[in-house]
């Protein structure tokens, strides 16, 4: 049986959330009225 592996899980999800949102902002924003800024902050405890 196969683990799951939640970095992997993570790190996929993030880039879809950033994928939607630049799919967004780009056909709902006037690029020369605004502006559009994303940053993820991470921290990881080991």
């Known amino acids: 049986m ?3 592996n939640y ?3 993570i790190d996929q ?3 879809n ?3 939607q949102a630049l799919k967004f902002a780009s056909t ?3 690029l ?3 502006y559009f800024i994303y940053h ?3 921290h990881f405890q080991v």
């Open 2 to 4: 196969k683990k799951i």
């Open 7 to 9: 970095e992997e899980l």
């Open 13 to 15: 999800s993030m880039l």
């Open 17 to 19: 959330v950033v994928k």
């Open 28 to 30: 709902s924003c006037s």
């Open 32 to 34: 020369e009225d605004n």
């Open 40 to 42: 993820f902050v991470q």
